[in-house]
């Protein structure tokens, strides 16, 4: 195995493989996902490999190559599991990080854990990686990875990238770690951001609480023997694979299966679709409320609207997430008892994950698509409804606070905190001319289509240098 010939190694928390066990015997199969689609081109070409965790306790085995993708396990017991995957990193950081809209949970036992691990992953990515080479490290689990690398090989090059929102300094005080992680990111050479607000509270985290100087949108680092690094900190808004989420679209299987959802929900006039992992910070609960009210008050009604939310498990052994779902269950009980009828339900629920064409199927028949969240590094969903929408029309009701709201300015802009806002704001998308909804598409349409994962990626590399 040519493991220490790898001239791009990508460090990322899950591995982009799945893996199942039969009989004591392991197989594996590609699992998609728009970061392994964008960096594939470039790993082949350039001989790289993908480090991570495989997604069970215990796995352990030899790298993999699948369709020529050479992937590296990183082994976790169940305990780094617990603590490191499920604690730490989404129950302190995962909530610190998106505004603690639930409270973010210190403990000891789980930073350790998290250093632990993350000791492990950066100890996989030094042995891979060829002399020079360059390591990209991904996200907010292994944010003590870029130093380690660099201190066990200071000959490659660094980069991270943070998919989720950078908290602002009056939070991030509260992480009894917060030097330790801000010095853990500074191992890299360069640190990407989804928003410019997102690198501007992490160049102020590091000003007041790490006392180093910042100049533009570089930190200055101490090195060995009175040197200097200079870290650019700045925003590489995240994409998605745009062409193939618009081919897709345009296949006649997924266009005629538009067509049988908009027949099988009754043909109303107006479908409202919302679809997000099952997460407290996607604001399910806020887009539910404002669509009780409306119904209750007369101004939407059923059979002439209906409402579609998908759900996809996540997370489900962290507790607030056990919470969320018995408050969201509850209220889609609500929903469904109180407004609707044996032939046509008020809200249909999936707690599920749909496959890809399933997913544009969808895309193609809401007439209206809800992405409400209360914080979002960049919402992908809302970017693959706009790349979906080959026929030009539908409307987006998009979350201000959402990294893709920088963005998509042409949506349907909304404050999801300000629930007769959001009332309001759904009923504009309800009564959207079609005249209107093609303008505004054709302009979210143009920024999509023109800036795919595949350009992300590669301004991200060629920032990073040598690429
Ligand atoms: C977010 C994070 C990713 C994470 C994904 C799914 O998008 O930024 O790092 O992989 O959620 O969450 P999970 O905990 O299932 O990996």
């Known amino acids: 195995m040519p493991q220490t ?6 460090v990322a928390n899950r591995l982009p493989i799945d893996v199942s066990c039969e009989g004591g015997q392991l197989s594996y199969g590609r699992s998609p996902g728009g970061l392994v689609t964008a960096l594939e081109p470039v790993l082949s070409q350039r001989g790289g490999a993908w480090v991570g965790w495989p997604g069970a306790p215990d796995l352990a085995f030899d790298p993999v190559e699948i369709d020529g993708l050479l992937s590296i ?21 995962w909530p610190l990080y998106h505004d603690v809209i639930t409270p973010p949970k210190y403990h000891r036992e789980w930073h350790e854990a998290y250093r632990a ?17 360059t390591v990209w490290v991904h996200d907010y689990q292994l944010q003590l990875v870029p130093a380690m690398i660099k201190q066990l090989r200071p000959d490659v090059r660094v980069g991270f990238f943070n998919h989720i929102p950078f908290p602002p300094e009056a939070l991030f005080a509260q992480l009894p770690w917060r030097r330790e992680i ?16 997102d690198a501007g509270n992490f160049r102020s985290c590091v000003r007041r609480l790490a006392g180093l100087t910042t100049r533009g949108r570089s930190v200055r680092v101490p090195g060995a023997g009175g040197t200097w690094r200079d870290v650019l900190c700045t925003a590489f808004p995240i994409s998605i694979d745009s062409a193939a989420v618009a081919a897709r679209a ?16 009754g043909n109303p006039d107006c479908i409202l679709f919302g679809v997000d992992r099952l997460d407290y910070t996607k604001g399910i609960a806020h887009r539910l409320k404002a669509y009780e009210e409306l119904l209750r008050e007369g101004r939407l009604k059923v059979p002439g609207v209906a409402m579609v939310q998908v759900a996809s498990p996540s997370r489900d052994n962290v507790s607030a997430y056990q919470t969320l779902r018995d408050d969201v269950e509850t209220t889609v009980g609500r929903i469904a008892g109180d407004f609707g009828s044996l032939s046509s339900p008020a809200i249909h629920y999936l707690h599920q994950t749909q496959d890809a064409d399933e997913m544009a199927a969808l895309y193609l028949a809401a007439d209206v698509m809800l992405v409400t969240a209360l914080r979002d590094g960049m919402n992908l969903v809302a970017k693959e409804y706009v790349a979906s929408r080959v026929d030009g029309a539908g409307a987006l009701v998009l979350s201000e606070f959402t ?22 704001t759904i009923l504009r998308g309800v009564a959207m001319p079609p005249k209107e909804q093609r303008r505004r598409m054709q302009a979210l349409r143009r920024r999509v289509m023109d800036h795919d994962v595949a350009a992300w990626a590669s301004g991200f590399l060629a920032a990073l240098g040598g690429w």
């Not at 010939?5 to 990508?10: E, F, K, N, R």
């Not at 599991?81 to 950081?93: H, K, Q, R, V």
């Not at 100890?123 to 060829?130: D, G, N, P, V, Y």
């Open 250 to 265: 345009r296949q006649p299987s997924v266009q005629a299966r538009a067509r049988e959802i908009r027949a099988e929900l």
């Open 73 to 93: 396990p990183v082994s976790l017991s169940q305990l780094e599991i617990c603590n490191y995957y499920e604690g730490f990193s989404n129950a302190t950081l």
């Open 117 to 133: 691990v993350n000791t492990k992953f950066a100890t996989a990515a030094a042995e891979a990686a060829a002399p020079g080479a």
């Open 5 to 10: 010939q790898l001239d791009l190694v990508v």
């Open 403 to 424: 990294g893709a709201a920088d963005e998509l300015r042409q949506a349907l802009l909304v404050n999801p905190h300000d629930i007769d806002g959001l009332k309001a």
């Open 182 to 197: 801000l010095m853990g990111l500074l191992g890299a050479d360069l640190i990407g951001f989804q928003r410019a607000q």
